[in-house]
């Protein structure tokens, strides 16, 4: 069994930056795949980024590729989700979450992979 949990969140104005944190509790932190996601109020959640084991590569939703970037840090357990450029659209809880996928792939973005999940953390930007 895996904990996740989130961290950063904030009320922010459209524009400024906010770095969430996840932080997992295994000692095999770096066989996981790791992802964020949101639901926005009155939507499904969404993917919005993942980090394959070795923070080599990544995947980002349309709509925050370029402003949001995702990083893992391994020594600690923790994966990261920088976000700038912040937009009132950006407004949802954000979840962190740990898969233990064999394979790193565009499918990477299914939340259906995914095996852990944190409480979430509200993000919520103001016009």
């Known amino acids: 069994q895996v904990q996740l949990v989130e961290s950063g969140g904030g009320l922010v104005q459209a524009g400024d930056s906010l770095r969430l944190s996840c932080a997992a509790s295994?000692?095999?932190?770096?066989?996981?795949?790791m992802g964020w996601f949101r639901q926005a109020p009155g939507k499904e959640r969404e993917f919005a980024a993942v980090?394959?084991?070795?923070?080599?590569?990544?995947y980002y939703a349309d709509s925050v590729k370029g402003r949001f970037t995702i990083s893992r840090d391994n020594a600690k357990n923790t994966v990261y989700l920088q976000m700038n450029s912040l937009k009132p659209e950006d407004t949802a809880v954000y979840y962190c979450?740990?898969?233990?996928?064999?394979?790193?792939?565009?499918?990477?973005?299914?939340?259906?992979?995914?095996?852990?999940w944190g409480q979430g953390t509200q993000v919520t930007v103001s016009s």
């Open positions: 295994t000692r095999t932190f770096s066989r996981y795949l």
């Open positions: 980090i394959r084991w070795d923070g080599g590569a990544t």
């Open positions: 979450a740990a898969g233990v996928i064999s394979y790193f792939s565009p499918r990477s973005r299914s939340q259906s992979l995914y095996d852990y």
